[in-house]
């Protein structure tokens, strides 16, 4: 039996930890008519290779697909910021029925002599793949004419969900490294899945320098093509969005040899053993003791204040919602950090092996959810009276409208939540957020209703109750 109402077809996407079996159904396509949450395929490549800030982003495609932006992935820069813009070649009708090739040649000519960037990246959308441009063709015969990388990012919305458009993306930065010479000053790693969303690269990376690390390049938070190009020479990659990043890893492990490990830089536990398990890579002494130095120093800044709010949430339940399964793993145990129960945990891409572990490290009882809809996630959150739910932002008007508090954990956040300050900022949202008096008045007018009705119900005459009004 299901646990909520779910569409058939669905079967199998929803489990309950201790009475339904697991892992769950997952990596598949999304039902059609269910309204998933899961975005396309161009929407997966346009948020992994926007954060390079100096490269220049050509949508092939209706005008609308361009609207999905830097703005979207809210990333910021210290430096270059043509990534900010939003370049398309708008195509009409007339191009749909004669081929907009030529069209994008004009248009990738005309921006490279205007911006000279060092590199473009050029999406293809849905209609591009239903008419049949030869993307691949007119981005060769341009970065020959041109001397510059103009790359082809294949991610036309129906090939699949996000994850395809993450291996497009990946596929695309793989033609960029290993182009430039690099000899790194020291011990080196680069930083995968990392984009530096609120600024929160600052807030992690000056850790590593300060353990002797150099970092080559982050893919693709605040990067620069130059960065990208001379990615192979570091000696391991730091992988922290597992689900965006693994694919270009692996990749990079196959040809030049270069390790990878999975980190998370979200809670004071994940974020201190990203640490430990650099300096336990290279093996150094010196580095080691300067890696518990700085995870003593920032525990102990930022706890007092961790613990403060800590008092005021403690106890509360929280649903977690997101878009890959390591942030939603790194969210279970910074909600432990503070004495809260997570009893809804789901993403829109996780896969078997995610969801194994999720369900190693989630209480009895805890619903695991796989590219839930917006009436499974209703339902889940009455049934397991959830006091806040932590999501994108399509899920946000959600909550909203059940009077339950939100907390904006995705990309287009504006307040850092990575490293020790980041976790302190995490914890003050929540408490701020989950104690606001707001969610008191849908409380207040549902007894005033539920009055109404008494009244109406014991003397058979309607009155209106009015609510008190407060200055």
Known sequence: MSIVNIFEGREGHIAQKGEQSLPLACSSDSLAGAVSQRACVYSGARVVLN??????????????CASYTWDIRGSTSTGPDLYRNSFSTDMKELDVIFGGEKKLAAAIRELAHKFKPPAIFVYSTCIVGIIG???????????????????????????????????AACNALAELIGVRDYRPKGPSINLLGEYNVACDLSFVK?????????????????????????????????????????????????????????????GLQDMSAALRTAAEFFGMAAMKEKAEEIICRETERVRPEIEAYRS??????????????????????AFQELGMEVVIIGTQTGGRDDYQNIAYIVKEGTVIIDDANPLELKELLIKQKADLLVAGVKERFLAYKMGIAFC?????????????????????EVSI?????VWQLPVRRANLVDRRMNMEIMTGVSNDIQEPCHS
């Open 51 to 64: 954060p390079i800030t100096d490269a220049l982003h050509l949508v092939h495609g209706p005008i609308g």
């Open 408 to 428: 904006d954990f995705n990309h287009d956040r504006t307040t850092s939540f990575e490293g020790y300050t980041g976790m302190m900022n995490f914890a003050r």
């Open 312 to 333: 005021r949430v403690a106890g509360k339940k929280a649903a977690i919602y997101m878009g890959g399964a390591a942030k939603a793993v790194s969210l279970v145990k």
């Open 433 to 437: 957020t989950i104690n606001s008096p």
């Open 133 to 167: 441009d030869d993307l691949t063709s007119i981005c060769k015969k341009a970065g020959e004419e041109l001397g510059i990388p103009v790359l082809p990012v294949k991610s036309e919305g129906f090939r699949g969900s996000k994850n395809e458009g993450y291996k």
């Open 206 to 266: 000056p850790f590593f320098e300060e353990m002797g690390l150099e970092v080559v390049a982050t893919f693709t938070g605040d990067a620069r093509v130059e960065e990208i190009e001379r990615a192979h020479t570091a000696q391991l990659n730091l992988v922290q969005c597992s689900g965006s990043m693994t694919y270009l890893a692996k990749k990079m492990e196959e040809k030049y040899g270069i390790p990878y490990r999975r980190i998370s830089f979200f």
